[in-house]
């Protein structure tokens, strides 16, 4: 019989949503409190979705919540997450979990004392398209992977989110925001990063917000909003890396890995889904049927149509693996990995040289159909 544990949310803001609505997909979740320090935001987030609407430190107290999900601003993630972990609670943190590697060590420092996890989003390379590529890669359908691109390129969060400051804030900005979908999924690819260079500008230092109850208003910049880096990973592989909000159009495929013997294209890592297309010596690109895999299927309707989307797997693999004593696949080595390669381009950027990663990790265990299938309800 799967344990069934106690969540409680902190922050209840736009992101929540999808947390509150796909966490009872899994059989051994179940979302208990929520908390804000806007107790109007909680209070509507709890009679929206039937849970307890309590202040911060009940929530921590409360016997019923087994494991806390962060999902205050980045710059808020270390401490509130540092304050769970010393009321005995285990967290996954939306990402980016900590800004820097003394953060990550000192979250782990508080965790292993008290015998507890610490997990971190994106999880989206859980999704069965990327566990497919995954597959192809690990059965040597294009041969070792030698190189790549990967770009995530748009005009920026001012459009559509109605309180779009943190994102032009330390901890902001498309390395640290949407970066992590990338690195993660590179590393569930083809293993740890080693080094890093990359340049970075920014073309505004204020943006307007376009939509909602600030229609209007102005937001200053503090981040650089255009980077370019380049990627080596101990496996020998070099994969270039473009993060921008200063692109209103382009045509560059999301991922791009070249191995040895061919190529593969891989969607999306911002969502769970997609096609994968592969090319062998022939040069001819196909897209290669995916697997029946749980993870594929589309069951999330967005503004602009529906998608695969299951936040929250990653917090119940690491659920799982405090019941068996497994590793965890979105584990803190897997997330400050990533936190030390995204900070790491930052610096570059801004110090004119590359920057060696003091970090590793070791590839997560794939996450196959069954095992896949066990977690859901």
């Known amino acids: 019989m799967t344990k069934e544990f106690g969540v409680g949310i902190i922050g209840c803001g736009n992101i929540s949503s999808a947390y509150f609505k796909l966490i009872p997909l899994y059989k051994n979740l179940k979302v208990i409190a929520c908390a804000d320090i806007n107790m109007a935001a909680a209070k509507a987030r709890a009679d929206e979705f039937g849970v307890e609407a309590q202040d911060i430190d009940t929530l921590l107290a409360n016997p019923a919540v087994d494991v806390v999900v962060n999902l205050t601003i980045p710059e808020a993630h270390y401490p509130v997450s540092k304050k769970a972990l010393e009321a005995g609670k285990h967290v996954y943190s939306e990402k980016p979990f900590v800004l820097s590697i003394d953060q990550g060590e000192d979250l782990r420092a508080v965790a292993n004392a008290r015998g507890l996890r610490v997990g971190s989003a994106p999880d989206t390379y859980l999704g069965g398209a990327h566990q497919f590529a995954r597959h192809l890669i690990d059965s040597g359908r294009v041969g070792k992977i030698m190189s790549g691109t990967a770009h995530v390129l748009g005009p920026g969060m001012e459009m559509w989110h109605p309180n779009p400051d943190f994102f032009f804030q330390p901890g902001g ?126 069951n ?44 790491s381009i930052l610096r570059s950027a801004d110090e004119g040289r590359a920057i060696e990663i003091v970090t590793t990790c070791t590839q997560p265990q794939a996450l196959g159909i069954e095992e896949a299938r066990s977690l859901l309800r």
């Open 173 to 298: 900005g498309p390395v640290l925001d949407m970066g992590p979908y990338y690195v993660n999924n590179l590393v569930n690819l083809i293993g740890p990063v080693k080094r890093v260079v990359a340049m970075a500008n920014k073309a505004k230092q204020e943006r307007t917000i376009t939509n909602g109850p600030r229609n209007g208003e102005k937001v200053p910049v503090i981040v650089m909003t255009n980077v370019h880096a380049v990627l080596e990973f101990a496996s020998g592989a070099q994969v270039s890396l473009m993060a921008s909000w200063d692109v209103w159009a382009n045509r560059h495929q999301n991922m791009e890995l070249y191995g040895t013997d061919g190529a593969i294209f891989v969607p999306d890592p911002n969502f769970f889904g997609g096609k994968v297309e592969v090319a062998g010596t022939d040069r001819e690109v196909k897209e290669v049927e995916i697997w029946d895999h749980p993870l594929t299927k589309q």
């Open 300 to 343: 999330y309707k967005f503004d602009w149509g529906m998608q695969a989307n299951y936040r929250g797997v990653g917090l119940s693999d690491m659920m799982v693996g405090v019941e068996t004593g497994r590793d965890h696949r979105c584990s803190l080595d897997r997330s400050l990995h990533t936190i030390d390669v995204l900070t």
